[in-house]
């Protein structure tokens, strides 16, 4: 039954791999990208309708731009999967809203997923470390967050980059919201003595806390180590500016600005973009780079056709990664494509009120 | 001073009188307000005409000052909202106090003017902007975002007392016994005026039954408002507002059913999922509920922003809306009572 699909995964698995070896890509990206959509078509009910919408006859799909993309919001009122429910291995959920609706990216095969996030995770934030290194998390464990992509995936880079440690000296973030300070401080003490970089892992409002709780006071970490920032805020923490974060954390780091890695990803992809602030000493931050099995084009927000390079506009992501998915996703961030990637711009705002009627923007911040 | 109530009463027929004045020569100002409202013509003529509340009874007025409250001084801060709405607001300011300053909304300031100049009272002065620290006693009436109202709150602090109406929108619920056509006519007058950009605009609609049912009535609304549609033409629908829609168009092709026209989009959610609220300029996401306690799961997450509910049946509407919510037949949406604020949630 799942022929076809096994097919595309493996197909999409031998990108990771060409890349892991530095190889030449196996085939063309468009061609999977086309071959994944029409076995979407087949699969998917609702995005067969998205393209019978958009008059798009899948069988004649040459390019992955003539995809039509799903967008986010549909992983929030229907099912985004070609396969029944019960062969779902894992199921990921985007965060609640206030308004209640919690998106869904189920995976019959996770492998494809995990062998794409560690290998470009690796790329980005520890292509220099010739072996395993202290990693530690701010941030829940799986076991207490076992519906987030984002954990998932930091789970993958502990098991694959760190060296040994106990869920407890890693995950330093308790259900509760609460820092283990004591924890974090033991282990770059341990690091220290023993001239281990650490990589540190953790989400953007993890991070304010810390600084918060830390006050002017500072964590100096060894030598060669670095910090993973990803994610927005959501309401979990006060909203500081990137730059200031970045500035503010490799102060209470004492490590160089370029060692702060930020991170872009969400639920509904399987395909994650990183600055290469770490591997390019000329990229700036702020520019994010895509893996070869992904790509972020900024479209114009009505048309949904590609704005200009230097443009900015909504990111569509091709994404070869999201076999049993969605191949293309549109997200709601704006973007805007620049000569070493994208940079990203926030969330892009919804149309601005002009009677008293509300926002979508207003009813989300309720 | 404390005004008594027929003196009050006496300030509100006035307001009311001159807003039959405005309507009555509003050839001179419809130009002005198409260009700053957005909407046609005949939206604009919709407004006068169906909208504006040029015959309210004597209990509306009597109610209307009943909750007016009493302050030395209001300070009227209009923003953003459909153009009729000055009427109601500075009615509400002035049965409150006998000293009223309003600041039309920098948008859309045509209307307010027209009507206290015709209004002619010595207690409603207009001014461009409103000092907020210059206030001390009295109270503000702030209409706009939520961001807007807090941000008044803000500076005024604990010297000034601030009723902030802020940003709504109206769903409705289409019982089991409605016949779809009248339902979706109805609801389609709704949509249309001020093309759906009041608060009281229904942007939902559910429909109790079955997925199919649910579609039928879509089809019905699609007709109506066609049909509206013609008679009313959408005005200018703006950039922002266009790309918010074709991402609610794809959303719904994929998720469920839609139904786009160029005039108006219908979209039909499927069974058991969240309600995804549309951009306004003529939008309606309609969505099946298998029973009423089916709605109200369904609008739960949805219930503070809910200002308007529309429901053919009255006794459902009881059972089904918010508190807050002012309810009305559909097609009676955007006509509320002279009675108070159009909206009933908690302005302090």
């Not at chain 1, 919690?102 to 492998?111: E, F, I, K, L, N």
């Not at chain 1, 056709?305 to 076999?323: F, K, Q, S, Y």
């Not at chain 2, 409150?96 to 206290?116: G, I, K, M, Q, T």
């Amino acid at each position: 039954m799942f022929e076809q699909s096994d097919e595309l995964h493996r197909r999409a698995r031998a990108f990771v791999t060409a890349f892991e070896a530095k190889a030449a890509m196996p085939e063309p990206f468009d061609a999977l990208a086309c071959d994944i959509a029409r076995h979407q078509a087949a699969h998917v009910e609702g995005f067969a309708r998205l393209c019978k919408a958009r008059g798009i006859d899948v069988t004649a799909l040459e390019r992955a731009s003539q995809i039509p993309a799903v967008p986010t919001d549909a992983f929030k009122l229907s099912r985004v999967a070609a396969f029944p429910e019960s062969d779902a291995r894992v199921v990921f959920r985007t965060s609640g809203t206030t308004i209640g609706a919690r998106g869904a990216h189920a995976m019959r095969d996770v492998s494809t997923y995990d062998a794409a996030a560690l290998a470009f995770g690796r790329a980005s934030v520890a292509r220099d470390l010739a072996k395993r290194v202290p990693v530690l998390v701010l941030g829940p464990s799986p076991a207490v967050l076992p519906d987030s992509s984002l954990t998932h995936m930091i789970d993958l880079f502990v098991h694959a980059l760190g060296t040994p440690a106990t869920s407890a000296e890693t995950y330093l973030i308790d259900a509760d919201g609460i820092i283990d300070l004591e924890s974090f401080d033991t282990r770059v003490a341990r690091a220290l003595v023993a001239h281990e970089p650490i990589l540190v892992l953790g989400t953007s409002f993890a991070y304010v806390h810390l600084l918060d709780a830390l006050g002017d006071e500072g964590f100096r970490l060894p030598h060669g180590s670095r910090v993973m920032q990803t994610g927005g805020y959501k309401g979990k923490s006060r909203e500081v500016p990137a730059e200031t974060l970045r500035r503010d954390l490799a102060r209470a780091f004492h490590v160089p600005t370029r060692a702060i890695v930020a991170e872009y990803g969400m639920t509904e992809l399987s395909s994650q973009f990183y600055e290469q602030t770490l591997n390019d000493e000329h990229l700036p931050h702020g520019v994010y780079a895509e893996p070869p099995w992904a790509r972020v084009e900024a479209v114009d927000p009505e048309t949904l056709t590609p704005v200009a390079d230097g443009e900015i506009g909504i990111a569509r992501i091709v994404d070869l990664m999201n076999v049993d998915s969605a191949v293309v996703v549109l997200a709601a961030d704006r973007v805007r494509r620049v000569p070493q990637g994208f940079e990203l711009l926030g969330r892009a705002p919804g149309a601005a009120p002009r009677g008293c009627s509300i926002a979508i923007d207003e009813i989300m911040g309720r | 001073m404390i005004r008594d109530r027929a003196e009050r009463t006496r300030d509100v027929m006035r307001l009311v009188t001159a807003a039959r004045a405005v309507a009555r020569d509003r050839a001179s100002l419809t130009e002005d307000l198409v260009s700053t409202t957005g909407l046609s013509r005949e939206g604009v003529e919709l407004g006068f005409t169906r909208h504006l509340e040029l015959s309210p009874t004597e209990a509306e007025i009597d109610a209307l000052v009943a909750t007016a409250g009493d302050a030395k001084h209001v300070a009227v801060i209009l923003s953003a909202n459909v153009f009729v709405a000055p009427l109601r607001a500075i009615a509400i300011a002035r049965a409150a106090s006998p000293s009223v300053v309003v600041r039309p909304s920098r948008r859309e300031p045509h209307f307010a003017r027209a009507l206290v100049e015709r209004a002619g009272d010595p207690g409603i002065s207009l001014v461009d902007d409103v000092d907020l620290s210059r206030l001390f006693g009295g109270e503000v009436h702030v209409y706009g975002r939520d961001a807007t109202i807090a941000d008044v709150r803000l500076r005024v602090g604990e010297r000034i007392r601030v009723r902030g109406h802020g940003a709504g929108m109206g769903v409705a619920l289409v019982s089991r016994d409605a016949r779809l056509e009248d339902a979706a006519a109805a609801l389609a007058a709704d949509v249309i005026a001020f093309d759906q950009r009041g608060c009281l605009s229904p942007r939902v609609a559910l429909v109790v039954g079955d997925a199919p049912r649910a579609s039928a009535f879509a089809d019905a609304l699609d007709a109506a408002l066609t049909s509206e549609g013609a008679r009313v033409p959408r005005g200018l629908v703006h950039a922002d507002e266009r790309a918010e829609a074709s991402r609610y168009e794809s959303t719904l092709a994929f998720a469920g059913r839609v139904i786009a026209r160029a005039d108006h989009v219908i979209g039909v959610g499927p069974v058991g999922a969240p309600l995804l609220v549309p951009p306004p300029a003529r939008h309606v996401h309609v969505a099946p509920a298998a029973s009423q306690e089916e709605a109200l799961r369904l609008l739960a997450d949805l219930a503070q922003v809910i200002v308007a509910f529309g429901c053919d049946d009255p006794a459902l509407a009881e059972r089904v809306a918010p508190r807050h919510a002012r309810r009305s037949r559909l097609g009676d949406m955007q006509r509320p009572l002279l009675d108070g604020p159009v909206d009933r949630r908690d302005p302090t």
